[in-house]
């Protein structure tokens, strides 16, 4: 194992739902670090800001002993939410070593929350939850930046109670969604137990305590991963690609391996082969200047992980957001080409040869939207980074089903030249930045296209119907014959065929031509109507006579289709007359209709 000085700093990412309080959480971390005063008490990294041990020491107070420690600090990724962590992947994993999820005690989960507590099972990575808002309790009597215990010293009874009945609902929500959890004080192996954290983002009490379990959690389970070879060649993911005025494309990178130098040749990920390119400036925010509008940058000749750096090289137009870094160095460039299009072609989405289109912004988000349409049994055509091009809408104009003449796209724009062709089409996009609700439109949207289609069908089917001539009901013998009935079951529909049993067979009658309702011509009559009939054909007296039972015929085809798909879309009477029907049918033929 490596010695201390080479043990790497913990990557830290905030997940939750929106407004849940993440950047609140993460500006009240940075900002108690700075008020701390000292200079270094945090540092900015490109997309992350290192808070050093000595520095959470400070901020926890009593909770955390700098020499119980030997990592050295926490990085915290700046952007929050499960789409910066999808992106920020490693080796096919999560880059972030520890999350902190992020609930509001009085709203509890929702489905943001769902989505990320998804993700952290899937990637297997270790979290906390922050119970935030506490100060929000009825009857609050907030205690600034206090540990959560003498805050809760300070509550009232009643708010007291108050708050717990919250935490209480939210551990059992999480134990609904298979985490164990528990008071984070209670949690004696955080490997099997989720410690839940109250604090006040507002207020900053308890997030002292956040930061010591941060801290405890990292240094008991994660310091054989944190011994990396820091000196070693860098490995990082792209967070994003970034035109900078003066460098041209630019990649802000998470260095989460090992150093990287000015001049080291890198092997970045492509929208079509690696890029190897050599590194031309090193970039780091200068210190001082404003974290979120910062637009100078100052240049390092090195940096070790884990760290988040913007890197300058020519070459990088075509570089994927979510796609590896690699430095080249003692290794021959080659393998690390191939190491780099291995990762690449991991994250590769299972694809069939009909399905829906799917355009998503990283890699990392890509794959996340691929895996929520493979849980739901959506098949992909084709999915790829980048925003919906007209070469995307032609592929998904292939698509045999027209469910699947789709295109789904997550975080990604339409070129003008699509949105033209998109609607010269038959093609529907759906666009959503959320994954579970681009699912649910699309679902909602199959739903509704196979409920039309049904109707369809249903419109253009025979269905059969019962009906009996009335007494003393004939009103012309023939040509046509018109006869008052009464519909017994089903639907008598005009321009139907007309038929008899006789002797278990089916014999025509004639054809269905008019329908009278009390003087009325209609389309059709239901069950218990009285109504009279035009039947082209018979004779009253000869092929028909009063009291018959009559049916409207069915073909053998429409009858398997009723029978087989549509018995639960049609009415309980008709129903029975397809049942009777049949039943006589196939007193003959046993498999008619079959
Ligand atoms: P995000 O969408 O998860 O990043 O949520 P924000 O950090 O933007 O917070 C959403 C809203 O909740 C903002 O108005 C915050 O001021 C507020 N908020 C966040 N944390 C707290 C907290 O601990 N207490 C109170 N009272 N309000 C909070």
Same mark, same amino acid.
């Not at 900002?31 to 901020?59: D, K, N, R």
């Not at 909770?63 to 030997?70: N, S």
């Not at 808002?133 to 708010?159: C, F, H, L, M």
């Not at 998109?422 to 093609?427: C, G, P, Y």
């Given at each position: 194992?490596?010695?201390a000085?080479?043990?790497?700093?913990?990557?830290?990412?905030?997940?939750?739902?929106?407004d849940?309080?993440k950047?609140?959480?993460?500006?009240?971390?940075?900002?108690s670090?700075?008020?701390?005063?000292?200079a270094?008490?945090?540092?900015?990294?490109i997309?992350?800001?290192?808070?050093?041990?000595?520095?959470? +020491?400070? $901020?926890? %107070?009593?909770?955390?002993?700098?020499?119980?420690f030997? =990592?050295? @600090? *926490?990085l915290?990724?700046?952007?929050?939410?499960?789409?910066?962590?999808?992106?920020?992947?490693?080796?096919?994993?999560a880059?972030?070593?520890?999350a902190?999820l992020?609930?509001?005690?009085?709203?509890?989960f929702?489905?943001?929350?769902?989505?990320a507590?998804?993700?952290?099972?899937?990637t297997?990575?270790?979290?906390?939850?922050?119970?935030?808002k506490?100060?929000?309790?009825?009857?609050?009597?907030?205690?600034?930046?206090?540990?959560?215990?003498?805050?809760?010293?300070?509550?009232?009874?009643?708010?007291?109670?108050?708050?717990?009945?919250?935490?209480?609902?939210?551990i059992?929500?999480?134990?609904d969604?298979?985490?164990?959890?528990?008071?984070?004080?209670?949690?004696?192996?955080?490997?099997?137990?989720v410690g839940?954290?109250?604090? +006040?983002? $507002?207020? %900053?009490?308890?997030v002292?305590?956040?930061l010591?379990? =941060?801290? @405890? *959690?990292?240094?008991?389970?994660?310091?054989?991963?944190?011994?990396?070879?820091?000196?070693?060649?860098?490995?990082?993911t792209?967070?994003?690609?970034?035109?900078?005025r003066?460098?041209?494309?630019?990649?802000?990178?998470v260095?989460?391996?090992?150093?990287?130098?000015?001049g080291?040749?890198v092997?970045?990920?492509?929208?079509d082969d690696?890029?190897?390119?050599?590194?031309?400036?090193?970039?780091?925010?200068r210190?001082?200047?404003?974290m979120?509008?910062?637009?100078?940058?100052?240049?390092?000749?090195?940096?070790?992980?884990a760290?988040?750096?913007?890197?300058?090289?020519p070459?990088?137009?075509r570089?994927?957001a979510?796609a590896?870094?690699?430095?080249?160095?003692?290794?021959?460039?080659?393998?690390?080409?191939?190491?780099?299009?291995?990762?690449l072609?991991?994250?590769?989405?299972?694809?069939a040869?009909d399905?829906?289109?799917?355009?998503?912004?990283?890699?990392?988000?890509?794959?996340?939207?691929?895996?929520a349409l493979?849980?739901?049994?959506i098949?992909?055509?084709r999915a790829?980074?980048?925003?919906v091009?007209?070469?995307?809408?032609?592929?998904?104009?292939?698509?045999?089903?027209?469910?699947?003449?789709?295109i789904?796209?997550?975080?990604?724009?339409?070129?003008?030249?699509?949105e033209?062709?998109?609607?010269a089409?038959d093609?529907?996009l759906?666009?959503?930045?959320?994954?579970?609700?681009?699912?649910?439109?699309?679902e909602?949207?199959?739903?509704?296209?196979e409920?039309?289609?049904q109707e369809?069908?249903?419109?253009?089917?025979?269905?059969?119907?019962?009906?009996?001539i009335?007494q003393?009901?004939?009103?012309r013998?023939?040509d046509?014959?018109?006869?008052?009935?009464?519909?017994?079951?089903?639907?008598?529909?005009?321009?139907?065929n007309?038929v008899?049993?006789?002797?278990?067979?089916?014999?025509?009658v004639?054809?269905?031509?008019?329908?009278?309702?009390?003087g009325?011509?209609?389309?059709?009559?239901?069950a218990?109507?009285r109504?009279s009939?035009?039947?082209?054909?018979?004779?009253?007296?000869?092929?028909?006579?009063e009291?018959?039972e009559?049916?409207?015929d069915?073909?053998e085809?429409h009858?398997?289709i009723?029978e087989?798909?549509?018995?639960?879309e049609?009415?309980?009477?008709?129903?029975e007359a397809?049942?009777?029907?049949?039943?006589?049918?196939?007193?003959?033929e046993?498999?008619?209709g079959?």
């Amino acid at each position: 194992m490596a010695d201390a000085g080479s043990l790497r700093t913990p990557i830290v990412a905030v997940l939750g739902h929106v407004d849940h309080g993440k950047t609140t959480l993460l500006d009240r971390v940075r900002g108690s670090a700075v008020q701390e005063g000292e200079a270094g008490a945090i540092t900015q990294h490109i997309g992350a800001t290192a808070v050093p041990l000595e520095t959470i +020491s400070e $901020m926890s %107070g009593a909770l955390v002993d700098p020499t119980d420690f030997d =990592l050295p @600090g *926490l990085l915290f990724i700046d952007t929050p939410g499960h789409h910066s962590f999808t992106t920020l992947r490693s080796r096919g994993g999560a880059l972030a070593d520890i999350a902190v999820l992020v609930v509001d005690v009085n709203d509890g989960f929702q489905p943001q929350t769902e989505e990320a507590i998804d993700i952290l099972r899937r990637t297997g990575t270790p979290f906390v939850v922050a119970a935030n808002k506490v100060d929000t309790t009825p009857g609050w009597n907030p205690q600034e930046d206090a540990p959560i215990q003498q805050s809760y010293d300070a509550q009232s009874e009643r708010a007291r109670s108050r708050l717990d009945e919250n935490l209480y609902e939210l551990i059992g929500q999480l134990s609904d969604a298979g985490f164990s959890a528990d008071f984070y004080w209670r949690v004696q192996n955080f490997q099997k137990n989720v410690g839940v954290v109250p604090l +006040s983002a $507002m207020t %900053g009490e308890g997030v002292p305590d956040l930061l010591a379990v =941060l801290m @405890g *959690l990292s240094q008991r389970y994660m310091k054989d991963e944190m011994a990396v070879d820091i000196a070693g060649p860098g490995r990082g993911t792209v967070l994003e690609v970034k035109e900078e005025r003066g460098f041209g494309s630019t990649l802000d990178v998470v260095l989460y391996d090992g150093t990287v130098r000015t001049g080291d040749t890198v092997v970045v990920g492509g929208q079509d082969d690696p890029i190897v390119t050599e590194v031309r400036a090193l970039l780091r925010p200068r210190p001082n200047a404003e974290m979120r509008t910062e637009k100078q940058f100052e240049k390092v000749e090195k940096l070790s992980a884990a760290a988040g750096v913007k890197i300058a090289a020519p070459d990088l137009d075509r570089a994927m957001a979510g796609a590896p870094v690699r430095v080249v160095r003692g290794d021959d460039e080659a393998s690390v080409i191939e190491e780099v299009r291995q990762e690449l072609a991991r994250i590769e989405v299972q694809t069939a040869d009909d399905g829906v289109v799917v355009k998503a912004d990283t890699l990392g988000s890509l794959e996340a939207v691929a895996n929520a349409l493979e849980e739901a049994e959506i098949p992909i055509l084709r999915a790829e980074v980048g925003d919906v091009a007209p070469r995307d809408v032609t592929v998904a104009e292939t698509a045999n089903e027209e469910t699947h003449r789709v295109i789904l796209g997550f975080n990604v724009d339409v070129l003008s030249a699509a949105e033209e062709d998109l609607e010269a089409s038959d093609v529907r996009l759906f666009a959503d930045d959320v994954i579970y609700q681009l699912v649910d439109e699309y679902e909602a949207y199959v739903d509704e296209l196979e409920r039309a289609q049904q109707e369809t069908v249903l419109d253009n089917i025979h269905r059969p119907a019962r009906f009996r001539i009335l007494q003393d009901h004939t009103f012309r013998q023939n040509d046509p014959a018109v006869v008052g009935v009464e519909v017994v079951s089903g639907t008598v529909e005009n321009n139907r065929n007309v038929v008899k049993f006789e002797d278990g067979g089916a014999k025509r009658v004639g054809g269905l031509s008019g329908i009278q309702n009390q003087g009325e011509d209609v389309d059709e009559a239901q069950a218990g109507e009285r109504v009279s009939v035009a039947i082209d054909g018979p004779t009253v007296g000869r092929g028909i006579e009063e009291g018959d039972e009559l049916w409207i015929d069915v073909p053998e085809k429409h009858a398997k289709i009723l029978e087989q798909e549509l018995s639960s879309e049609i009415r309980a009477d008709e129903l029975e007359a397809l049942n009777a029907y049949l039943d006589i049918r196939r007193k003959r033929e046993p498999f008619w209709g079959k």
